[in-house]
T-cell receptor
Framework: GESVGLHLPTLSVQEGDNSIINCAYSNSASDYFIWYKQESGKGPQFIIDIRSNMDKRQGQRVTVLLNKTVKHLSLQIAATQPGDSAVYFCAESPSGATNKLIFGTGTLLAVQP | ETGVTQTPRHLVMGMTNKKSLKCEQHLGHNAMYWYKQSAKKPLELMFV???????ENNSVPSRFSPECPNSSHLFLHLHTLQPEDSALYLC???????????FGPGTRLTVL
């Protein structure tokens, strides 16, 4: 069945280091992927997205990489800051299924000062 | 702020109570969603509304009853819930046909 999973439930990094959060997806027909950040007591907040016709997209301090061959998605955060501490979710949208996102379980990013 | 508000932020109710969760979006979107977020589990889609019409009910028990009076407001009516229904209930909205969803802060529900 469809599933979106994360390799590491918890990631601890030092402030200033780069962070990489990984995600595996199983539906090769998915054509849209999105990363959300959820801080304690808040709802998920959009970070960055990517369509399947791309393999890389950059935002402010964040980069998403998509490897369709191995069905792998990653989120890279440059110069990680304490404010980046949160749970990060990836989600996929199957082709043709607009308004539908399938979420992973999330990775907790803990930034050590 | 994401433009999506939810009230109340916290709710404690007994199994025989009736309560309602409210969601309002100020983004001009036409699609609205209810999700359930339990600890260590992925977000579970419950309901989807497009232009006030329910387009998806993800096998949700009838003790959860959604209502969408217009494109800006969404309610979740709760009746005779079970303790396992305790969770964070998130509302989201999007443009119809768009993938990016904007989430509210959620209602933390505890069923005693």
């Amino acid at each position: 069945g469809e599933s979106v999973g994360l390799h590491l439930p918890t990631l601890s990094v030092q402030e200033g280091d780069n962070s990489i959060i990984n995600c595996a997806y199983s539906n090769s027909a998915s054509d849209y992927f999105i990363w959300y950040k959820q801080e304690s007591g808040k709802g998920p907040q959009f970070i960055i997205d990517i369509r399947s016709n791309m393999d890389k997209r950059q935002g402010q301090r964040v980069t998403v990489l998509l490897n369709k061959t191995v069905k792998h998605l990653s989120l890279q955060i440059a110069a990680t800051q304490p404010g980046d501490s949160a749970v990060y979710f990836c989600a996929e949208s199957p082709s043709g299924a607009t308004n539908k996102l399938i979420f992973g379980t999330g990775t907790l990013l803990a930034v050590q000062p | 702020e994401t433009g999506v508000t939810q009230t109340p932020r916290h709710l404690v109710m007994g199994m025989t109570n009736k309560k309602s969760l409210k969601c309002e979006q100020h983004l001009g979107h036409n699609a609205m969603y209810w999700y359930k977020q339990s600890a260590k589990k992925p977000l579970e889609l419950m309901f989807v509304y497009n232009f006030k019409e329910q387009t998806e009910n993800n096998s949700v028990p009838s003790r959860f009853s959604p209502e969408c009076p217009n494109s800006s407001h969404l309610f979740l009516h709760l009746h005779t819930l079970q303790p396992e229904d305790s969770a964070l209930y998130l509302c989201a909205s999007s443009r119809t046909g768009a993938n990016e969803q904007f989430f509210g802060p959620g209602t933390r529900l505890t069923v005693l």
